[in-house]
């Protein structure tokens, strides 16, 4: 069974820093895509940061320069390291990964709340 665990949303002060980790377990064939969104109330889920297998990462143009996204392929790990957090940053963050059979998964989200 796949299983995608978010950790280290919680809550801070604007400009200050997250550091958000998703493990992946059970998933057949290797891990083509390791994508981050993100859902703030009342508004779409969208795309925060992706990276490849071949360490390519994408990221959301009004993220550039505060989110970085990285990975730890032997442990099947992905993280997001969140800089200079802003209150419209508030939001839930979830991991997927696309596995090289085609197939995606979730995890089940980890709250950010960035207020004063």
């Known amino acids: 069974q796949v299983q995608l665990v978010e950790s280290g949303g919680g809550l801070v002060q604007p400009g200050g820093s997250l550091r958000l980790s998703c493990t992946v377990s059970?998933?057949?064939?290797?891990?083509?895509?390791m994508t981050w969104y993100r859902q703030a109330p009342g508004k779409q889920r969208e795309l925060v940061a992706s990276i490849m297998y071949n360490d390519r990462t994408n990221y959301a143009d009004s993220l550039k320069g505060r989110f970085i996204i990285s990975r730890d392929s032997a442990k099947n790990m992905v993280y997001l390291q969140m800089n200079n957090l802003k209150p419209e940053d508030t939001a839930d963050y979830y991991c997927?990964?696309?596995?090289?059979?085609?197939?995606?998964?979730w995890g089940q989200g980890t709250q950010v709340t960035v207020s004063s």
């Open positions: 997927s990964v696309l596995s090289t059979t085609g197939r995606s998964y």
């Open positions: 059970g998933i057949a064939g290797s891990i083509y895509r």
